[in-house]
């Protein structure tokens, strides 16, 4: 079995309900990036055990939180070492609304994970009105209301962030062999 870990920023909650799901999915630990942008050494040494990891992040005007850009420049020690070359990497974000420009939340993720010399795994779903109803390609995009609370993100935007989750986890453990 790959192990896979989730690391995301979440500023409302909305994010890490998608994480969570996402998680599930994959049977993955989950590093939570505070509030300041940080993670701890032992989140540091769980991303660079692991065999995958997915990117969460919300998309704020346009692009990822600061705070998980913070977490990505602090992943040049990593692209420096050669440190994720190799591993098996997802994204996934939510925004208020439809479109958001989430996709150039994913688009950076891409980029991040094609620096590090990671393998990019996208979102193989067609839109059926229930699992990817946004229907993204390149990553997981769910969509809540600028008012609505974490527990009104529709049911499936989560299935589709477990279906996800199990989807990078899968490529992930048919790559190891």
């Known amino acids: 079995m790959a192990k896979t870990v989730v690391v995301f920023h979440s500023g409302y909650g909305h994010t890490q309900r998608v994480a969570q799901f ?7 630990q989950t590093v939570t990036i505070d509030a300041d942008g940080n993670i701890t050494d032992a989140d540091w040494a769980a991303l660079d055990a692991a065999d995958a990891i ?3 992040s919300p998309t ?14 602090a992943t040049s020690k990593r692209w420096f070492a050669g440190t994720w070359k190799d591993k098996v990497a997802g994204g996934f974000t ?5 479109s958001g420009d989430k996709v150039s939340t994913i688009q950076y993720f891409i980029t991040l994970a094609m620096q590090n010399g ?3 795994v996208g979102q ?8 990817n109803r946004l229907g993204a390609s390149t990553g997981l995009m769910a969509q809540v209301g600028p008012t609505s609370p974490a527990e009104d993100i ?24």
Do not use: C
Request: avoid cysteine; glycine fraction near 10%; charge should be neutral.
């Open 60 to 73: 704020y005007m346009g692009m990822v939180s600061w705070q998980f850009k913070k977490f990505a420049d």
């Open 154 to 177: 529709p049911q499936g935007d989560l299935d589709t962030a477990k279906a996800f989750g199990e989807r990078v986890a899968a490529v992930a453990a048919k790559l190891r062999g």
């Open 54 to 56: 997915i990117f969460g």
């Open 124 to 131: 193989p779903e067609m839109n059926d009105g229930h699992i």
């Open 118 to 120: 990671m393998i990019w």
């Open 22 to 28: 996402v998680a599930q999915g994959a049977n993955a």
């Open 94 to 98: 939510i925004s208020a609304q439809l």
